[in-house]
């Protein structure tokens, strides 16, 4: 059973660092691409930053954000830094089965979701 299961949100104060992890089961991480959504009230649902075999940030959260894997635990992590109003979001944690050197931007090109954390961030 495919499984991916965020941890890690809660609410920061501007400035503060949070690291995001998502756990998962039940499909071969290794070869999967993975990447971190969020979805903020009212808006679309964006890319935050993807781990294929290349990697992507979207620009506003370049020199912020870093996710790495830890293939040992089948698990994948958002580190947030300098975090920022605009940062308030559920974050979604999604895998597509197949990991290239392409960049999957959109929702649509992701096989399977975790249930989403939610990071609030006060000013």
């Known amino acids: 059973q495919v499984q991916l299961v965020e941890s890690g949100g809660g609410l920061a104060q501007q400035g503060s660092s949070l690291r995001l992890s998502c756990a998962t089961a039940?499909?071969?991480?290794?070869?999967?691409?993975m990447a971190w959504f969020r979805q903020a009230p009212g808006k679309e649902r964006e890319i935050v930053a993807t781990?294929?075999?290349?990697?992507y940030y979207r620009d506003s959260v370049k020199g912020r954000f870093n996710i790495f894997r830890d293939s040992t635990k089948n698990t994948f992590y958002l580190q947030m830094k300098d975090l920022r109003p605009e940062d308030t979001a559920v974050y979604y944690c999604?895998?597509?089965?197949?990991?290239?050197?392409?960049?999957?931007?959109?929702?649509?090109?992701?096989?399977?979701w975790g249930q989403g954390t939610q990071v609030t961030v006060s000013s």
């Open positions: 999604a895998a597509k089965w197949t990991r290239t050197s392409k960049v999957y931007l959109m929702s649509a090109d992701y096989d399977a």
């Open positions: 039940g499909f071969n991480f290794i070869e999967a691409s």
């Open positions: 781990n294929s075999f290349s990697v």
